[in-house]
C-alpha cells in the first residue's frame, strides 16, 4: 500500500474518530497527505496528529453550513494543496420512530449526512473538474439500501446520498472524476459494544456472514475506490455489509 497515493493531497470529514479515522490512517499509510476535518478544532487536530507521514493536518468546520465548508477548504487548499480525494464520511442518527420524530431531527441528520456532502462535493469538484482528476467516496449505509425501523432520516439521508452519487458521477465523468458510495452494515464501535449478549446474537443472526464488520473492512474498499484500480469504476454503492444487502 504505502507509496500508492503519493503526492496526492486527501480530505475526510468526520475523519476525527470511528470510521473516518480508519480510513484516514489507511489513506496517510499509503502516502497520501490528510486533511482531517470534524467539528471540534482539537479532536481533528488530535486525529491527524496520529496519523503516519508529514503534511497531515486537522481542520475544524460543521460540514452543514457552506459557508464554513468553503473556508475550510480554501484554508486546506492552501495550507495541505488542492484535494485529490474527498471521502464525505461525516455523519449523525437522530433515531426514532416515525410517529414521534420531531421535525429538527429529521432536518439536522438531513443537513450533515446529505447537505453536507453536498457543500463539500460541490466547493471540491471545481478544483477536480479544471485539473481533470479527483475521486468522491461518499459513506452511505446499507440503511439507505433496505431502509430500518427507527431511522426514517437517516436511512433518507444515505438513500439521498445514493442519488446523488449517481448524479455526481454522470455529471463529472468527462471531466476526469470519479464519485462512488461505500455502503457499510453493522460495524463495531463502542456503541455495539456496549450492546448486551443477547442483543448482539440478535443483530448477528441479520447478517449473512454472521459477524459485525470493522472500520478497516470500511477502509480497505475505500481504498481499492479511490486507487488505480478503480479506474473504470464510477456511479457505484459498494457494499460492506456481511451479505445485508444482496
Ligand atoms: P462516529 O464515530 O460518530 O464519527 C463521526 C464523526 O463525524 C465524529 O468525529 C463527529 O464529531 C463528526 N461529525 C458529526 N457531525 C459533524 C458535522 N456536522 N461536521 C463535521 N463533523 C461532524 O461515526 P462512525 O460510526 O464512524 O460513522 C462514520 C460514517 O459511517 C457515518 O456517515 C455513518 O452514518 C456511516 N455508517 C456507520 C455505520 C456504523 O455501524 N458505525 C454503519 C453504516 C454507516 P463529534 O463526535 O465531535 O460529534
Redesign the pocket.
Known amino acids: 500500500m504505502s507509496g500508492r497515493l503519493q503526492g496526492k493531497v486527501a480530505l475526510v470529514?468526520?475523519?476525527?474518530?470511528?470510521?473516518?479515522?480508519s480510513i484516514a490512517k489507511a489513506l496517510a499509510a499509503a502516502d497520501a497527505r490528510v486533511a482531517v476535518?470534524?467539528?471540534?478544532a482539537d479532536?481533528a487536530q488530535a486525529a491527524a496528529a496520529e496519523l503516519s507521514g508529514t503534511g497531515n493536518q486537522g481542520f475544524s468546520?460543521?460540514?452543514?453550513d457552506p459557508e464554513a465548508v468553503q473556508g475550510a477548504l480554501s484554508s486546506i487548499e492552501e495550507n495541505v494543496g488542492p484535494v485529490d480525494i474527498l471521502i464525505n464520511?461525516?455523519?449523525?442518527?437522530r433515531d426514532n420512530l416515525l410517529m414521534r420524530m420531531k421535525n429538527e431531527d429529521f432536518d439536522e441528520v438531513i443537513a450533515?449526512?446529505l447537505k453536507?456532502a453536498f457543500n463539500f462535493t460541490r466547493a471540491a469538484a471545481r478544483g477536480m473538474m479544471k485539473r481533470r482528476d479527483g475521486v468522491i467516496i461518499n459513506?452511505?449505509?446499507?440503511?439507505g439500501l433496505i431502509g430500518n425501523p427507527g431511522q426514517t432520516n437517516?436511512a433518507a439521508s444515505?438513500a439521498g446520498l445514493i442519488g446523488m452519487t449517481k448524479s455526481v458521477a454522470r455529471e463529472l465523468a468527462s471531466r476526469g472524476v470519479r464519485c462512488n458510495a461505500v455502503?457499510?452494515?453493522?460495524?463495531s464501535?463502542p456503541?455495539?459494544d456496549a450492546l448486551s449478549e443477547d442483543q448482539k446474537i440478535a443483530l448477528k443472526g441479520r447478517i449473512p456472514l454472521g459477524t459485525l464488520g470493522t472500520?478497516d473492512d470500511?477502509a480497505s474498499a475505500v481504498m481499492f475506490l479511490v486507487g488505480p484500480d478503480a479506474r473504470y469504476i464510477t456511479g457505484q454503492v459498494l457494499s460492506v455489509d456481511g451479505g445485508m444487502a444482496m
Do not use: H, Q
Open positions: 470529514t468526520g475523519g476525527a474518530r470511528g470510521i473516518g479515522l476535518v470534524d467539528i471540534l479532536t468546520c460543521n460540514v452543514a464520511n461525516a455523519g449523525i442518527t450533515v449526512n453536507g459513506i452511505a449505509s446499507v440503511v437517516y444515505k455502503a457499510p452494515g453493522f460495524i464501535t456503541m455495539t472500520p470500511v
